[in-house]
Structure formats: C-alpha cells, structure tokens
C-alpha cells in the first residue's frame, strides 16, 4: 500500500489550520479542477467525529463516488478521515497539527491507500495514481495555507459553521 507522507508550515495557530482542514466548503474550493462536491452526509461545513461526507468528482474522466467518515478527532492536534465506500480498496488520511515554536502550525499528512484490481492496481499505483494523490493533496494544503495565513480564515469559519 502507498503512503503519502506531506509536510506543510502554516503561519497560524494549530486550531485555525484543524478547522479548515475539516471545512468541506474549503475542500470543494480546493478541488474545483475535479469538480468535486458535496452530496450525502454532511454537505457543508465543519466535520466532527462520525460524520459522514460522500463526495462525487471527475477523475481521469470518470465521475466517481467516495463516502469517508471521520474516524479520530482531538482538536486541534489530530484528525483522520478514511473511505467507507468509493473507488479505493481503502484509504487512510491522517491529518496531524503541531504548534511550533516561535509561531505556526506544522500540518503533516499521512495518506494511505490500496487499489483494487489486485497487480493491475498496484501498476497504476507505480505509474500515475501515486502522483496524482500526491498532486491534489498539495493542491489542497496550498489552498489552506493561503486561508490560514491570510487572516481571511476566521471571517470564512465563521460563515461556514
């Protein structure tokens, strides 16, 4: 099974970097490429421990289906997402928030998946699927970065609680 293992430095304060990484408003915003969006479960703002998102996107040209539910939850520190239903044999996003000293938030992902399709989905792991992950989790980190640290965020939390 892959793991993505990301590091991202956010100035600002380890709360403000859980929240919005747990907005699923932000996370539409951050994948309008794929044309994600919200349609069962919670639909809009700030998800809690059990909840549930199911999500429906446009990758590699196919529309797809994936249903996550929040699986662990200490605010601010910690909080893991992974798949209940979709197109993954599974998968596994643990989102970690460390004050640092001196100021800001170190936010590490650890996102583990299996493909289904036994050789042929590790194939694809090695040649694009890897790659892909990875691209769309930076994509999103830069998204709340710059809602972090452009003192936009609490106006943003605020509205979509």
């Known amino acids: 099974m892959p793991t993505l293992q990301l590091e991202t430095f956010m100035e600002a304060p380890p709360d403000v970097c859980f929240d919005l990484s747990r907005s699923i408003d932000l996370h539409i915003l951050s994948t309008q490429k794929t044309g994600e969006r ?55 996003h643990e989102h970690h928030f460390t004050p640092r000293p001196g100021g800001g938030t170190l936010v590490k992902d650890v996102f583990t998946f299996a493909s289904p399709l036994g050789i042929l989905g590790t194939l694809a792991n090695h040649l694009v699927l890897t790659k892909y992950m990875k691209r769309l989790l930076l994509e999103r980190n830069q998204i709340i970065k710059e809602y972090a640290e452009s003192g936009k965020a609490e106006a943003y939390l605020s509205e979509t609680q």
């Open 38 to 92: 919200a349609i069962a479960g919670r639909t809009s703002g700030l998800l809690q421990l059990g909840e549930t998102v199911t999500w429906r996107a446009q990758h590699f040209g196919f529309w797809q289906t994936l249903t996550s539910k929040i699986t662990a939850f200490e605010r601010p520190h910690f909080f893991v997402d992974e798949m209940v239903q979709g197109a993954f044999k599974s998968f596994r």
